[in-house]
């Protein structure tokens, strides 16, 4: 299984940025976004379900961010709005068993990590 996400990139406080992650070939009941700033822990972003009509959000991202997956091209995106310099992490898509997880433990699967940096 691989998960391959696209490119991030440099952008100013308040701009947007469209993350897409495409796995191969296989569909899973949870697909989500991670990030990790530099010298912090790996942290939960948003998370969708095989249906996608369930999504969950870290608060800090509520309201800005959106998660959605497409099944027929085994896809998530996540559109990021309003980014704010605390925002600037290595982003990690990952995929899973257990639908509605928010804790890296329960991914199996992750994408290869893009950054994302974001000036004030």
């Known amino acids: 299984v691989q998960l391959q996400a696209s490119e991030g990139g440099l952008v100013q406080a308040g701009d947007s940025l469209r993350l897409s992650c495409a796995t191969s070939g296989r569909a899973f009941d949870s697909m989500g976004w991670f990030r990790q700033a530099p010298g912090k822990e790996r942290e939960f972003v948003a998370a969708?379900?095989?249906?996608?009509?369930?999504?969950y959000y870290t608060d800090s991202v509520k309201g800005r961010f959106t998660i959605s997956r497409d099944n027929s091209k085994n896809t998530v995106s996540l559109q990021m709005n309003s980014l704010k310099p605390e925002d600037t992490a290595v982003y990690y898509c990952?995929?899973?068993?257990?639908?509605?997880?928010?804790?890296?433990?329960?991914?199996?699967?992750w994408g290869q990590g893009t950054l994302v940096t974001v000036s004030s």
């Open positions: 990952a995929a899973g068993p257990l639908m509605g997880a928010t804790h890296f433990s329960h991914y199996a699967y």
């Open positions: 969708t379900t095989r249906g996608g009509g369930n999504t």
